[in-house]
């Protein structure tokens, strides 16, 4: 308890937003990492800590600083239980939306964020970045070694996991995992969570979406359906060397580059190509991947595919949900939405080595 405030609650929103509620009568009806939800119990009105009479002190805080909340609330007003905060919030998202937000990591590891595609870059690092990735509102990276994430472009930054050992990393929601240099995976739910680890050792990729894990370990892709659920081998003989997952479908590419996919965890594999994949990417109904340094999109696994880029230049692929398609390009960040619109210039410059997408 705080001596001046009391009981106190904080709550981490999207975009760097954070409410506080102060001076309740008792310690509070929810932890520290816990998740919360809209009409949940936090706790009840008191007059703990510096105090005149029972109260809820509830205040708004952006990036480090107080949010005004006048003239929509006054001191010593009333509110109506379950009544919406009336007031506008820049840069959240509405309830169920997902912003369309593009990422890329250049040369000097400085990682660069925007939502949406004709908005500005911010720099959300000073540099030393490796790899990049989305998921929900967060953004994570690697970096030194170590996994640090933020929720949204203007939100602190939090070190998920140091001592340089990081491998690989994945964000789902508002799930995380890394893989360390033992090959040890470690997921956990929410940012404050204690991490779980999921193997023994020997991992070298991790992959999150919804409520599956799936993992590389010795060759083989391995799956798990939450993170205490049990392992599924999806694809043995240690020849895995890609993997992806959205929803209920599965990818992987082989050591022939032979791209396999299906719909559900029991359902057999389907051949999309015929060899030389490098990589794979999935989201809403498309599979990508890249081919002899080309980028090839189809939309489900019976339909025909569709060459995006051409020209042998292609480093790295990226796909989201609302159809909007990415590559690394000889070192500069093409994106577009739809396959058949016309590619927009993201990065130039030569000077990017990852990218990512969310939305």
């Given amino acids: 308890m ?6 106190t609650v904080t709550v981490s929103h999207a975009a760097g937003y954070v409410t506080r509620y102060l001076h309740m009568v008792q310690a509070p009806s929810v932890g520290a990492g816990q998740a919360v939800g809209q009409g949940q119990l936090l706790g009840y009105v008191g007059s703990t800590g510096n105090s005149t009479g029972p109260h809820l002190h509830f205040e708004i805080w952006r990036n480090n600083a107080v949010y005004g909340i006048s003239p929509a609330y006054t001191c010593g007003g009333t509110v109506t239980k379950g009544a919406a905060i009336n007031l506008p919030f820049a840069d959240l998202p509405a309830a169920g939306a997902v912003a369309e937000r593009f990422a890329f990591v250049n040369a000097a590891g400085v990682l660069h964020v925007k939502d949406g595609a004709y908005a500005s870059w911010q720099a ?22 170590s996994f640090y994430a933020k929720d949204g472009v203007y939100g602190g930054w939090l070190t998920m996991a140091g001592g340089g050992q990081v491998r690989d990393i994945a964000i789902s929601g508002n799930r995380f995992a890394f893989v ?5 995976a470690y997921v956990k739910d929410g940012p404050y969570a204690a991490w779980q680890a999921i193997n023994a050792g020997g991992a070298t990729r991790v992959e999150l979406n919804g409520d599956w894990i799936g993992l590389i370990q010795g060759g083989d892709f391995l799956a798990k359906q939450g993170i205490f659920g049990g392992w599924l081998s999806m694809a043995g003989g ?43 990417v999935l989201a809403g109904n498309w599979i990508g991947w890249i081919q002899s340094g080309d980028f090839y999109a189809k939309a489900g696994l019976y339909a025909d595919w ?8 292609v480093r790295d692929v990226a796909v989201n949900g609302q159809d909007w398609f990415a590559f690394i390009g000889s070192g500069n960040y093409y994106a577009k939405q739809g396959p058949y619109t016309s590619w927009l210039t993201m990065a130039g410059g030569g000077q990017v080595t990852d990218i990512a997408l969310a939305g």
């Avoid at 705080?2 to 009981?7: C, E, F, K, V």
């Avoid at 959300?124 to 070694?145: C, D």
């Avoid at 569709?306 to 230049?313: D, E």
Wanted: glycine fraction near 20%; aromatic fraction near 8%; charge should be positive.
């Fill in 124 to 145: 959300v690092n000073a540099g030393g970045a490796t790899k990049a990735v989305l998921g929900g509102n967060w953004i994570g990276w690697i970096q030194g070694g």
């Fill in 180 to 184: 360390n240099t033992a090959g040890v």
């Fill in 306 to 313: 569709l060459a995006l880029a051409t020209g042998g230049q």
């Fill in 2 to 7: 705080d001596l001046r405030r009391g009981n």
């Fill in 238 to 280: 240690g020849q895995v060397r890609d993997i992806a997952i959205s929803g209920e479908r599965f990818a992987f590419v082989n050591a022939a580059g032979i791209l396999n996919a299906k719909d559900g965890a029991y359902a057999s594999w389907r051949a999309v190509n015929a060899g030389g994949a490098t990589r794979v």
